[in-house]
Structures are given as structure tokens and as C-alpha cells.
């Protein structure tokens, strides 16, 4: 660009810079980086005012961004808390015009002063406020990106309502495996009690003798008496009566 050029291009931000002065005094910062930039180099309207936005708000970056929940993560991701990004045909627009410029910087420093509050806010219900930053895109919308996470004594918190939880369903389950187990025993007390009575009924029927055999030398109701006694040592014998 000729020497003519760069001071046509310059004296027209100038008079840009003039103007935006009417609309907004934070203006006044744009014509003094004007000087700072375009009397030593070429440069051009859309840089010197990138220049200028990159002198009042720091990371500020020239990139379309989608408005999809997706691309806004991703670039939330990469944010540090004072990030602007602004499509490059909303930053043309604003170097070019007084009124738009105004309006997204408005947008922009309207971020940024709500993050005391927001701060204060999320730090009253236990929260810390997590800025990323504002996002201009290509159809004139803005998003400003932030999050919140809990706080440290929020976090100890919830970890110890959730050990204590944890605890409490560990006994549980242990308390029920205990009853489960007694449960079983009793089941396998039953089983032998059935089991015993059973063996005892067995006993009892390969043991009867059938008198009807036998003559008797002694009185009847002294032999009765003695089989009484036989059936009752044999039982023993076997163990199957206590």
C-alpha cells in the first residue's frame, strides 16, 4: 500500500473515531491506539480496531463460532474467563459503524460487569462462578459462555453424605446376608428335626416284634414291660432319640 493509502485509510478512522466519541466515551481509546498503530505501519479500519477491542478487553479472537451446543462447549473449553471472540464480518461491521460498534461492546462490557454479581450470587448458594466469556457470531447474536462448580466445603459436603450413604447401605446389606443366614440354619434345623423324626419312625417299624410268636414264661404284663424296655435300648442305640 502506498504511503497515500495508509494516510487515506487512516484519515478516514480517524474521523470513524470522531464520531464513535458522540456514541460512547470509551471511544476515546480507539483514536488513541489509531496513533499508536496506524502512523508507524500499514494497517487498515478492521485491524486498528481489533487492535483497540484487543487493548480494552485483552484475548479477543476473529473466529466464527457455531451456536450448536456442541461448538459452544468446545470453545467454552478453551476459555479462561476474559475471552472475546467475534465473527469476522460482525468486526467489520462494528469498525465501520459507530452505532453497531457501541451496541456489541455494550454487549460485551455488559458480561463482564455481571460477574461480580454472578460471583457473588452462585457464592451464596454454595457455588463458585466460573466465567469463559462472550461469543459474537455471524448472525449478530451474542452467548456469553460460563459455568458453576461446587465449593470446597460443598464438595466435603457431598462426600460425606455420600460415605455416609454408602455406609448405610453396607450395613443394610449386611444386616439382610445376616438374616438370610439365619434363615438358612433355621431351615436346616427343621430339616434334621423332620430327618430325626423320621429316622425314629423307621426304627420303630423294622424294630416291632410280633409276640404272637413267642410263648410266654412270665406274666403278660411283665413281658410287655420288657419289649417296652428292648424298643426303647434300641432307639438309643441308633442315636436317633435324645
Same mark, same amino acid.
Given at each position: 500500500?502506498?504511503?497515500?493509502?495508509?494516510?487515506? =485509510?487512516?484519515?478516514?478512522?480517524?474521523?470513524?473515531?470522531?464520531?464513535?466519541?458522540?456514541?460512547?466515551?470509551n +471511544?476515546?481509546?480507539?483514536?488513541?491506539?489509531l496513533? &499508536?498503530?496506524?502512523? =508507524?505501519?500499514?494497517?487498515? &479500519?478492521?485491524d486498528?480496531?481489533?487492535?483497540?477491542?484487543?487493548?480494552?478487553?485483552?484475548?479477543?479472537?476473529?473466529?466464527?463460532? !457455531? &451456536?450448536?451446543?456442541?461448538?459452544?462447549?468446545?470453545?467454552?473449553?478453551?476459555?479462561?474467563?476474559?475471552?472475546?471472540?467475534?465473527?469476522?464480518?460482525?468486526?467489520?461491521?462494528?469498525?465501520?459503524?459507530? /452505532?453497531k460498534?457501541?451496541?456489541?461492546?455494550?454487549?460485551?462490557d455488559?458480561?463482564?460487569? =455481571?460477574?461480580?454479581?454472578?460471583?457473588?450470587?452462585?457464592?451464596?448458594? !454454595?457455588?463458585?462462578?466460573?466465567?469463559?466469556?462472550?461469543?459474537? #457470531?455471524?448472525?449478530?447474536?451474542?452467548?456469553? *459462555?460460563?459455568?458453576?462448580?461446587?465449593?470446597? /466445603? %460443598?464438595?466435603? /459436603?457431598?462426600?460425606? *453424605?455420600?460415605?455416609?450413604? %454408602?455406609?448405610?447401605?453396607?450395613?443394610?446389606? %449386611? /444386616?439382610?446376608?445376616? %438374616?438370610?443366614?439365619?434363615?438358612?440354619?433355621? +431351615?436346616?434345623?427343621?430339616?434334621?428335626i423332620?430327618? &430325626?423324626?423320621?429316622?425314629?419312625?423307621? =426304627?420303630?417299624?423294622? #424294630?416291632?416284634?410280633?409276640?404272637? +410268636?413267642?410263648?410266654?414264661?412270665?406274666?403278660?404284663?411283665?413281658?410287655?414291660?420288657a419289649?417296652?424296655?428292648?424298643?426303647?435300648?434300641?432307639?438309643?442305640?441308633? !442315636?436317633?432319640?435324645?
Open positions: 500500500m502506498s504511503i497515500l493509502g495508509v494516510n487515506g =485509510a487512516l484519515a478516514g478512522a480517524y474521523q470513524y473515531a470522531n464520531r464513535t466519541q458522540k456514541t460512547s466515551t +471511544r476515546t481509546g480507539f483514536t488513541e491506539q496513533q &499508536k498503530t496506524g502512523e =508507524a505501519a500499514e494497517t487498515s &479500519k478492521v486498528a480496531y481489533t487492535e483497540y477491542l484487543r487493548s480494552k478487553y485483552g484475548n479477543v479472537r476473529i473466529q466464527s463460532i !457455531g &451456536k450448536d451446543q456442541k461448538s459452544l462447549d468446545r470453545a467454552g473449553k478453551s476459555m479462561s474467563g476474559s475471552d472475546v471472540v467475534i465473527a469476522p464480518n460482525i468486526l467489520e461491521q462494528m469498525a465501520n459503524d459507530p /452505532e460498534a457501541a451496541y456489541y461492546e455494550g454487549k460485551i455488559d458480561f463482564f460487569n =455481571a460477574t461480580p454479581m454472578l460471583t457473588a450470587s452462585f457464592a451464596a448458594k !454454595g457455588l463458585v462462578y466460573e466465567p469463559g466469556g462472550v461469543v459474537v #457470531h455471524e448472525d449478530g447474536s451474542v452467548t456469553y *459462555i460460563g459455568g458453576c462448580s461446587d465449593s470446597p /466445603e %460443598r464438595v466435603r /459436603e457431598v462426600n460425606e *453424605i455420600n460415605k455416609a450413604k %454408602r455406609e448405610k447401605e453396607a450395613a443394610q446389606r %449386611r /444386616e439382610s446376608m445376616e %438374616r438370610s443366614q439365619e434363615a438358612a440354619e433355621e +431351615r436346616k434345623q427343621q430339616m434334621e423332620a430327618y &430325626k423324626k423320621q429316622s425314629i419312625a423307621e =426304627a420303630l417299624a423294622n #424294630h416291632t416284634m410280633d409276640t404272637s +410268636r413267642y410263648t410266654y414264661t412270665v406274666a403278660p404284663e411283665v413281658m410287655g414291660s419289649i417296652t424296655a428292648y424298643t426303647q435300648n434300641i432307639i438309643e442305640a441308633a !442315636g436317633i432319640l435324645k
